[in-house]
């Protein structure tokens, strides 16, 4: 188990970059996201999307929340694939996404061909999407495994729409995994992550 962020560092250097893998010149999306993550919204309308545990902590930096569990107390209980049935068209300035757990079905978490549109129909013009997600996972025992390319993911968002499209990866530290049922539904509270990437896309 790693338990430090001085061992994850040694994992891989972090580095931003285009749609085509190029190196980008001027990064921005860690410093945004970390801005974010710190000031919070000030005058914009952001939307976190899965907030679970964090909620609060969200709240307090002026963020609303939606997550599919109640105990979570976000400010929407809704289920990330049916984003458009709870928020509204062109509503959002920033939407974040923590972490989400991508799942094909939508049983055990979010069909990206479902909710990357319905994220992108959120946006105003000029909004930002900024999705964290898992590029490897440890589960002992099980190996670490690829979540998804983030090449694979960049085309999704492509082919949605967004513009502007980069990611960030880096070792990033979350927590526990701990799954449990909440309705047909299983909800995953957190991950032990050795490397993850952040996503960037603008409606333009």
Request: hydrophobic share 40%; net charge negative.
């Amino acid at each position: 188990m790693v338990d430090s962020v001085a061992e994850l560092k040694i994992i891989e250097p972090a580095s931003e970059r285009t749609i085509t893998a190029a190196q980008l010149e001027m990064p921005f999306i860690y410093d945004q996201y970390t801005q974010l993550c710190t000031e919070g919204a000030q005058t914009r309308k952001v939307l976190v999307v899965g907030s679970g545990p964090n909620t609060e902590r969200w709240r307090a930096l002026g963020c609303a929340s939606l997550d599919i569990d109640p105990t979570a107390n976000p400010d929407i209980v809704a289920d990330a694939n049916h984003l458009g049935e709870s928020i509204h068209p062109a509503s959002q300035e920033v939407i974040v996404s923590e972490c989400l757990t991508l799942d094909p079905s939508g049983i055990r978490g979010v069909n990206l061909e479902t909710f990357l549109p319905q994220a992108y129909t959120s946006l105003v013009r000029g909004g930002k999407l900024f999705f964290v997600s898992a590029s490897s996972i440890t589960e002992p025992p099980r190996p670490t495994r690829t979540v998804l390319a983030p090449n694979a993911f960049k085309l999704l968002m492509k082919n949605v729409g967004f513009r502007n499209i980069a990611s960030w990866s880096g070792p990033i530290l979350l927590g526990m995994r701990n799954e449990r049922a909440q309705g047909d539904k299983v909800i995953t509270d957190g991950f032990i992550m050795q490397s993850a990437v952040i996503y960037h896309g603008q409606k333009i």
